[in-house]
């Protein structure tokens, strides 16, 4: 009988062969060596599977943003796979020269949408149903003070015909907190954005951010965190605070601000429901704030709300939420997505035909 045995394989087969290979290695070099292969392999597995959070670099003109060229999974929240592009956005390249009708959306992690395939994001929907070059500059913990820094910096970048920013009920409290862009108000009535005291860094900061370049770190890390705080879940559509006077107060230079920024802009208003009380909008005070001040400025304004929830009364499944997160919770689902992309093109393709 002929054996098929790979030559150099004595005994049995693989165990024996690496005791054969390895016999005249000390123990310990031998178990450094079988650590190494495993954390490579538990890297590896992270890295594709679990999740990689791209390095975060500052700028001075509109603060954090993720550093360009840099793959990204992410695994907490619902599930996807990318790259960010030249300026740092989970997005396809800039085209070169851009298209003269191009629709720049600009926001928050509601529009960056790490929780689902780039194609289910509203920003993708939106550029597939209308035929227009769509540009998603979303980032987490961004607010309309991040809009207004962006906005004058890469404006001429992107040359968008049409401008969207995106907000939510908790942009309130982000637009006056100091660790973001913060609005300040150095005599009454005038206001100004204030951008956050950023240290330089110490041996302890570098030291963590080579060590959290690590996938598994990072999981490991994230995991620990969680049990240490219970289990609890990271809920995007948690109860709002009553608005913050200084925000209220700002709101409608915000709103001017953002029309100076820009001759088409439009403020993309995203709620945070509660199914449970039959799709109420916990921060609706915040929502009729930002409605008034976008009319005061002359800024189109598109409230998601409606539509939302008459898909949810229609199919019992809320827009928010994924298999392994709680339902109802947390950032758009796909259904969620093809909810407001559909509220966005039919606004749009309206405004075009009034402003004709």
């Not at 790979?6 to 123990?27: D, H």
């Not at 190494?36 to 700028?59: K, Q």
């Not at 790259?83 to 956005?89: D, H, K, M, P």
Request: aromatic share 6%; with cysteine.
């Amino acid at each position: 009988m002929i054996s098929h045995r790979p030559r150099g394989l004595p005994g049995s087969g693989l165990p024996e062969y690496l005791s054969s290979v390895t016999s005249g290695v000390p123990f310990w070099a031998r178990t450094c060596g079988y650590l190494v292969v495993v954390v490579g392999v538990l890297e590896v597995l992270c890295r594709l599977f679990i999740g990689v959070a791209p390095p975060e670099r500052y700028d001075a003109r509109y603060d954090k943003i993720s550093e360009p060229g840099r793959w990204v999974v992410h695994s907490t929240e619902g599930f996807s796979r990318g790259r960010t592009n030249e300026l740092g956005f989970l997005d396809a390249a800039v085209p070169r020269p851009p298209p003269a009708d191009g629709i720049l959306v600009v926001g928050d992690s509601f529009t960056e949408a790490r929780h689902v395939d780039q194609a289910e994001r509203f920003t993708n929907r939106l550029e597939k149903r209308l035929a227009r070059r769509v540009y998603n500059a979303g980032h987490a913990g961004w607010s309309p003070l991040n809009a207004i820094g962006f906005l004058a910096a890469e404006k001429a970048t992107l040359a968008p015909s049409t401008v969207i920013v995106q907000v939510s009920g908790n942009d309130l409290q982000d637009i006056v907190a100091r660790k973001r862009p913060h609005v300040v108000e150095p005599a009454p009535g005038a206001f100004a954005v204030e951008l956050p005291k950023r240290a330089a860094e110490g041996t302890a900061a570098r030291v963590k951010a080579i060590l959290f370049r690590s996938a598994l770190v990072a999981a490991a890390t994230s995991s620990a965190l969680q049990l240490l705080a219970g289990g609890r879940d990271n809920d995007a559509t948690g109860s709002c605070a009553a608005p913050d006077p200084r925000a209220v107060r700002a709101l409608p230079w915000i709103a001017g601000e953002l029309r100076r920024g820009h001759d088409d802009v439009h403020l993309l208003y995203l709620p945070m429901l509660d199914y449970h009380a039959g799709c109420v909008d916990r921060c609706a005070a915040a929502r009729d704030l930002f409605a008034r001040a976008a009319a005061g400025a002359g800024l189109a304004f598109v409230d998601a709300t409606p539509a939302l929830c008459e898909r949810f009364r229609a199919t019992g499944q809320p827009p928010n939420g994924f298999a392994n997160t709680v339902p109802g919770t947390g950032h758009l689902n796909a259904a969620g997505h093809a909810v407001v992309a559909g509220v966005l093109a039919d606004h749009l393709v309206a405004h075009r035909r009034l402003a004709r």
